[in-house]
């Protein structure tokens, strides 16, 4: 017998208030496979460069332009075609980046020079970029607030589990087929993943916030009904759309739209992040280059031999990248974003400075290895444990709904553009002024990201999403109280 609407709960609130079910884990690993994918992709390019550089017999600039195409194309896919996630809906979206991430994984693998594997990476990127905002979008508006940092830390933190996959994967074909062209293998690998996940979310069903928002409301209760165990009503609190409304990125800078000051969080939630990527991406996609030429292999090793020891000591440097992690799913709503974001970035600027002063020592960074490893681990650690995780989960907590994905998906743009500056032109500075002043400018890009933080400072943790969306900012500054 269906209850009376009377003892139903509002949408919004049941989502809110609900206990962490087998159904929200579910669909939470099904939004958040695709990240893992972005993981890979991310290690596996830094180890196929060395080869592809020696088989297309490419210089520092087309390199570096292998390296940024598909971070180039996430820009596009996650600034101008995220927002589609708005108006389509989540769930759409989820059914196309990945067979897009299939279709062009094959045109990297058959690429026939330099500038064909470029535009191939360039699609790819597109992807790539795509998921992460509708991931997170609908990862915030399913999850409970006591737990909704942790679980899209969570989510994120998937990321490395993509990278120990592209280090198992890059040392394993290096190892069967040691040859220059095994780059081949490696960047079409991603294949298999792909398509698991593709199949796995074909069960994926729509966010019920945005059923809410555009007029689905039977579809909207049904879908939550699974996710809760009250029976629940769609309220017009639910239906609520903005005053004003104005679609995709124009909405977000607009200074005092519907009183929420979207100019502040489009700033607070894509300009340290950006910041953010052109550090980690800068100095993560090059680990293994950087390690080869501080000689793990030993100064008799042959071209192949390099590459595997670098790649087996990037490896290593990984489980900090997941303890990082680790911490952070653990802290993040003790702590707060915000916090966690503030002492991320600082000692990841730590980390780059003890880095400097390794490569700056008589015989450079190859006589003291032990140094080198140290600031390797911790920036890694500080970075997962920081704001690499805070700054995935704010953009899909501080913007209101439907304009969640458009938002989301700036400030991913945003970071995939600081990624491909740092990937571009990081190979050129690491020749023309060197390590030491190199890993120094890093180090004050992750201390000015630092003070953007401390300036724009926007806390989410313990709260709503619909406080978060209609408060003002003031309400919004305070640090949480540890439980």
């Not at 280090?167 to 698991?196: C, D, H, K, N, Q």
């Not at 724009?456 to 439980?483: C, F, V």
Request: proline fraction near 6%.
């Amino acid at each position: 017998m269906t209850a009376p609407a009377t003892t139903r709960v509002p949408l919004g609130e049941a989502l809110d208030h609900a206990p962490m079910s087998k159904m929200h884990r579910k669909f939470w690993l099904l939004a958040g496979l695709g990240i893992m994918l972005d993981g890979f992709d991310f290690f596996i390019i830094g180890v196929a460069n060395p080869l592809i550089a020696e088989d297309f017999g490419a210089n520092a600039w087309q390199t570096g332009l292998v390296s940024a195409a598909a971070i180039v194309g996430a820009i596009f896919g996650a600034a101008v075609l995220g927002p589609l996630g708005d108006k389509l809906g989540r769930r759409r979206i989820f059914k196309y980046d990945l067979w897009m991430f299939v279709i062009f994984s094959v045109g990297c693998m058959i690429a026939w020079d330099i500038w064909s594997l470029v535009a191939f990476r360039f699609l790819l990127g597109i992807a790539i970029g795509l998921d992460y905002p509708i991931a997170a979008s609908y990862l915030a508006e399913i999850l409970p607030k006591r737990n909704r940092g942790r679980w899209l830390v969570s989510a994120f933190s998937l990321q490395a589990v993509g990278m120990l996959l592209g280090a198992l994967v890059g040392v394993g074909i290096l190892l069967l087929l040691p040859e220059v062209t095994s780059w081949r293998w490696m960047l079409g690998f991603g294949i298999v993943p792909a398509i698991v996940i593709i199949l796995l979310r074909r069960v994926t069903p729509e966010s019920p916030r945005w059923l809410a928002q555009n007029g689905h409301d039977e579809e909207a209760v049904r879908v939550t009904e699974m996710l809760v165990p009250v029976p629940v009503v769609v309220t017009d609190a639910d239906r609520a759309r903005a005053e004003e409304p104005s679609e995709g990125i124009q909405a977000l800078f607009q200074p005092r739209l519907f009183k929420r000051d979207m100019l502040r969080r489009t700033a607070f939630t894509s300009v340290p992040w950006f910041l953010m990527d052109i550090a980690t991406y800068g100095v993560g996609i090059f680990t293994p280059t950087l390690l080869a030429a501080l000689a793990l292999a030993g100064p008799n090793a042959t071209f192949i031999a390099d590459d595997i020891a670098s790649t087996e000591g990037t490896a290593l440097l990984d489980i900090f990248l997941v303890l990082g992690f680790v911490v952070a799913i653990f802290s993040v709503e003790r702590l707060g974003r915000v916090r966690l974001q503030l002492i991320g970035f600082a000692f990841m600027a730590v980390g780059l400075g003890v880095l400097a002063w390794a490569s700056s020592l008589p015989g450079g960074g190859n006589q003291h290895i032990a140094l080198v490893f140290l600031g390797f681990a911790i920036f890694n650690f500080f970075m997962n444990a920081g704001p690499n995780a805070t700054t995935y989960a704010l953009p899909a907590e501080v913007f209101p709904s439907d304009v969640r994905a458009a938002g989301h998906g700036f400030a991913a743009g945003s970071a995939k553009l600081g990624a491909a500056i740092g990937v571009f032109f990081f190979p050129i500075l690491l020749t023309e002024v060197g390590q030491p002043a190199l890993l120094l400018g890093l180090a004050v890009v992750c201390g000015v990201a630092f003070a953007v933080t401390a300036l724009l400072r926007i806390e989410t943790a313990g709260r709503s999403l619909d406080e978060i969306s209609t408060q003002g900012l003031a309400a919004l500054k305070a640090r949480p109280t540890p439980p």
